[in-house]
């Protein structure tokens, strides 16, 4: 059959039948928006691995004049600062790990002006009084996953309030955008169910309401390929549409809610970019126009037996 | 042109085989009436031709080709070397007289200018030559059979089955149909027609093959349509 030809037939079939083509459209649009957000935090999560794994270290906090860890307190209860020789001690022992790689050390007034540049603009910032952050050492491990050594060897030892692992932090993070990707993944399948079951149904309907058409096809010997086409490329169309506006959405969502309100707010991550709207644009048209061809083929097979 | 040797249809969940037994031939170029009751296997028969149904046992031969072992991918390609004519004219009520014969050759791959000359041409031969706009419900039974016919013998095909193609028409028009299929079988084409019309059967005297019980009880070259009715 002629190309012409064919696409009169899928145009027309899709007019005929508008009422679930649009039904089609809207449900892989959500689909599609759904699965592409989850594939956005998935990038998201992997951005912010990438920065902030390289960035974060073990901290070793110190005592202060208003510590209340126990390996804080002197004799007369009350919390001592760390003293000069029990920071080169700890700095000494630091160094002679072997598993550790770098130290360095964050006084007081660094600690506060890393803290303002993190949250400049907001009211935290100028609520903190400087000298109120402790003093610590920052140790970067070669293996991060060594952290128990560092924390078993520091933590509780006298000048020494508390032995943190970041990453631990970030990966509580992480587990949570994780499990929200994970929810919104299984909400997007939810939908290509739906959207699997409506262009199966929207074919069955188009297939009976041009069983005349196919019936006269069968008869003047028309290939199977050619009756079929029509009713495939009218749902890989269908599909295709609510794709390609998903993908829309995505964009302005990346244009507006990341590039104008978070990104200007949380300064010190970064985001996802461009390419991964791209990437999640194209990946939500290829898997809706695969569902939307296998959905026909096998509703096809049925109820358009040659 | 076509053979059925020992072919027996068996519909599921029917206990009397639709057809039983029937070994027949057909040559190139003959004209053959199928009669009998209603029931006696005429349709049955036909469909197997077509290949919409397959015999529960023996083997039909259709242009040469073993239907049982006819893979499903070819079978668009035997469908194109027929013409198929039913009762109810199987028009597209949507598209006018042109268009549905038209569409018979663009669904088959035709090119437009193929469909262009070929379509005004078999419209002239079945006596439609001036109606090409008009839609079906704006033509006589006898015009839309025509239609169909036009549709039927576009591609110009070997093999032409009618299914009572008479069957709602009144005798002056089906004498103007059956005056078409004759012409068109001069021009070389077989033609099976399956009819309960037995003025027609009377006057045409072609072959006729009777059918009782899906078995053949007759089979007479120029014969009438019978005696037991």
Redesign the interface.
Known sequence: MRATVVMSEVGKGLRRNLGLTVAVVLTVLVAGVLGGLSFLLREQVSVMKDYWYDKVEVSIYLCGTDSVAASCLGPNGQAQAVTQAQKDQILADLQSLPQVKTVYYESKAEAYQHFEQQFKGTSIAQNAPPDSLPESFRVKLKNPQDFAVVHDAFTGRSGVEEVQDERALLDKLFAALNGIQVGGLVIALIMVVAALLLIANTIRVAAFTRRRETGIMRLVGASNLSIQLPFLLESVIAAVMGALLSWGLLTAFKAWLIDRILAPNFQFTPFFGWNSVVKAGILVVVVSMVIAALASMVTLRRYLRV | MIRFDNVTKLYPSQVRPAVDDVTLEIDKGEFVFLVGASGSGKSTLLRMM?REERPTGGSVHVLGKDLNRLS??K????????G?VFQDF?L?PNKTVFENVA??L????K??HTIAQVVPEVLELVGLAGKETRRPDELSGGEQQRVAIA??FA?RPLLLIADEPTGNLDPSTSVGIMRLLDRINRTGTTVVMATHDAAIVDQMRKRVIELEGGHVVRDQSRGVYGYSR
């Open positions: 077509l499903g991918w079978v668009p390609a035997l469908r194109r070397q027929m198929t199987r597209l569409f018979a663009e669904v088959i791959g090119p437009r549709r039927a591609n």
